[in-house]
């Protein structure tokens, strides 16, 4: 059983910055990757993706321009730099690993989700 574990939510005030990483027990290698976001009041949203080689990568709109992805294979990562973080970010942030190496942004196309990690923008 493949697991997933996020680490370095927080609060921070707007404007400022944090990186999520996310480490997966069977290494990254053989898996695309994703990181979604999720409200209490909203359905669980895309927020960037990266193919297994770190060639291909893709964000969602809100986040373009503020947010970066990246990948350490050889240490079974993966990052989420998050800049300019506006108070609409606050969200609890989940990792995703699916088997298939082509994008996606659905979450139903990933097999395999970390606990989340939260993340609040607050003054």
């Known amino acids: 059983q493949v697991s997933l574990v996020e680490s370095g939510g927080g609060l921070v005030q707007p404007g400022g910055s944090l990186t999520l990483s996310c480490t997966v027990s069977e290494g990254t290698r053989a898996y695309a990757m994703a990181w979604f976001r999720q409200t209490p009041t909203k359905e669980r949203e895309f927020v960037s993706f990266i193919n297994w080689s770190g060639t291909g990568i893709a964000y969602g709109d809100s986040v373009k321009g503020r947010f970066t992805i990246s990948r350490d294979n050889a240490k079974n990562a993966v990052f989420l730099q998050m800049n300019n973080l506006k108070p609409e970010d606050t969200a609890v942030y989940f990792c995703?690993?699916?088997?298939?190496?082509?994008?996606?942004?659905?979450?139903?196309?990933?097999?395999?989700w970390g606990q989340g990690t939260q993340v609040t923008v607050s003054s």
């Open positions: 995703a690993a699916r088997e298939g190496r082509a994008y996606r942004n659905s979450p139903t196309s990933y097999d395999y």
